[in-house]
Antibody, heavy 123, light 109 residues
Framework: EVQLVESGGGLVQPGGSLKLSCAAS????????MHWVRQASGKGLEWVGR??????????AYAASVKGRFTISRDDSKNTAYLQMNSLKTEDTAVYYC??????????????WGQGTLVTVSS | EIVMTQSPATLSVSPGERATLSCRAS??????LAWYQQKPGQAPRLLIY???TRATGIPARFSGSGSGTEFTLTISSLQSEDFAVYYC???????????FGQGTKVEIK
């Protein structure tokens, strides 16, 4: 079964840090681009960033709203992707999903998705 | 950045009826468009990619059409499990994860 399981969410104060994990199974993780997408309560989906595979030099890219504060990494030996979030702001409060990017001629669609982990930034 | 606009925001439909959801891109995205379904408290689920190709396991009552800037998701005969929020995503242009529409909620009439 293809599966993604996120962990590491919780309550953090503004300016703090948090690291999320995404454990993958059921597919060739090492060959896949992994993305993070977030969703504030009652709102739509916002792409956060992605990390490509070793064959693509582990290239990362980020949304403007998180660039310079968030870092995506991966450990292919553990089939796990990570999202390190620093200098957190109240507007970063959201459910964070990891998802596999399925390559198309251009860009990626996303399948599957993890169940999400809630990050709350509040004093 | 391409802006995706979905309409209507809310669609009230009776079970068994047809539902038609629209998604418009601010510039052409060719056929690089996906649709997702999200139920309350759950993660999004891929329904359609390439504007019209159903994902594995998606029932035939779901169909996608369109190209360029205008796209449609049609649910031919709504079942109780289809009441949810639907998002479109373009993946033709930057950023690498594309951009999502704001969603259409399909509710029971």
């Amino acid at each position: 079964e293809v599966q993604l399981v996120e962990s590491g969410g919780g309550l953090v104060q503004p300016g703090g840090s948090l690291k999320l994990s995404c454990a993958a199974s059921g597919f060739t993780f090492s060959g896949s681009a992994m993305h993070w997408v977030r969703q504030a309560s009652g709102k739509g989906l916002e792409w956060v960033g992605r990390i490509r595979s070793k064959a693509n030099s582990y290239a990362t890219a980020y949304a403007a709203s998180v660039k310079g504060r968030f870092t995506i990494s991966r450990d292919d030996s553990k089939n796990t992707a990570y999202l390190q979030m620093n200098s957190l702001k109240t507007e970063d409060t959201a459910v964070y999903y990891c998802t596999r990017g399925v390559p198309a001629a251009r860009g990626n669609w996303f399948d599957p998705w993890g169940q999400g982990t809630l990050v709350t930034v509040s004093s | 950045e391409i802006v995706m606009t979905q309409s209507p925001a809310t669609l009230s439909v009776s079970p068994g009826e047809r539902a038609t959801l629209s998604c418009r891109a601010s510039q052409s995205v060719s056929s690089n468009l996906a649709w997702y379904q999200q139920k309350p408290g759950q993660a999004p689920r891929l329904l359609i990619y390439g504007a019209s190709t159903r994902a594995t396991g998606i029932p035939a009552r779901f169909s996608g059409s369109g190209s360029g800037t205008e796209f449609t998701l049609t649910i031919s005969s709504l079942q109780s499990e289809d009441f949810a929020v639907y998002y479109c995503q373009q993946y033709n242009n930057w950023p690498p994860g594309g951009t999502f529409g704001q969603g259409t909620k399909v509710e029971i009439k």
